[in-house]
């Protein structure tokens, strides 16, 4: 419908155009007594713009002008933004680069700590060791004794019977008082 409507605004005038002819051009001289009446109509032109602006001049300004100070406005509220991200950014570095001295410091924290875990853990064992040895020790002493008693015992029970001891009832008290002495 549009085109239609174009075409013909286009076609209308050059068919009235050139449908005049000589003739016209004729009486316009003898109405005017000019050939052309090209100063007429730059001073309707003249009139024209002269209208138009006086008419549209005002809007148009008001408009560029609201314009203006609309991309004015999210100019300066994307600067906002802009500053916001930044300063969020350096806080995120700031906070990133704290995170990470901390971190450091926990690896620094746990390395000792296992150090001295280990060194505990070393000292217990090797007082624990030390502990058995003893242990070991004593056993064997007491085992050796154990032995050597029921050694004694065997010989002694074997090779001597009460026959074979003379003891009289005093020396008896004897032993016995020192036994609980």
């Given at each position: 419908?549009?085109?239609?409507?174009?075409?013909?605004?286009?076609v209308v005038p050059a068919i009235l155009l050139a449908s005049g002819g000589?003739?016209?051009?004729?009486?316009?001289?003898?109405?005017?007594?000019?050939?052309?009446?090209?100063?007429?109509?730059?001073?309707?032109?003249?009139?024209?713009?002269?209208?138009?602006?006086?008419?549209i001049a005002n809007p148009i300004k008001s408009f560029f002008k609201g314009r203006r100070?609309?991309?004015?406005?999210?100019?300066?509220?994307?600067?906002?933004?802009?500053?916001?991200?930044?300063?969020?950014?350096?806080?995120?570095?700031?906070?990133?680069?704290?995170?990470?001295?901390?971190?450091?410091?926990?690896?620094?924290?746990?390395?000792?700590?296992?150090?001295?875990?280990?060194?505990?853990?070393?000292?217990?064992?090797?007082?624990?060791?030390?502990?058995?040895?003893?242990?070991?020790?004593?056993?064997?002493?007491?085992?050796?004794?154990?032995?050597?008693?029921?050694?004694?015992?065997?010989?002694?029970?074997?090779?001597?019977?009460?026959?074979?001891?003379?003891?009289?009832?005093?020396?008896?008290?004897?032993?016995?008082?020192?036994?609980?002495?």
């Amino acid at each position: 419908m549009k085109k239609l409507i174009l075409l013909s605004l286009l076609v209308v005038p050059a068919i009235l155009l050139a449908s005049g002819g000589d003739s016209e051009s004729s009486r316009y001289f003898e109405q005017t007594g000019r050939e052309t009446d090209f100063l007429p109509r730059v001073v309707n032109f003249i009139i024209f713009v002269s209208l138009l602006y006086y008419l549209i001049a005002n809007p148009i300004k008001s408009f560029f002008k609201g314009r203006r100070e609309g991309i004015a406005t999210k100019l300066k509220e994307i600067e906002a933004k802009l500053q916001a991200a930044k300063d969020e950014k350096r806080d995120a570095q700031a906070r990133l680069d704290e995170s990470s001295k901390k971190a450091e410091q926990i690896i620094v924290d746990s390395k000792n700590e296992a150090l001295f875990l280990a060194q505990k853990i070393s000292e217990a064992n090797e007082n624990e060791l030390a502990l058995m040895e003893k242990n070991l020790a004593e056993k064997m002493s007491l085992e050796e004794r154990k032995s050597a008693r029921k050694t004694i015992n065997e010989v002694l029970s074997e090779n001597i019977t009460n026959d074979d001891i003379m003891i009289d009832e005093s020396k008896v008290v004897d032993i016995i008082s020192k036994k609980v002495a």
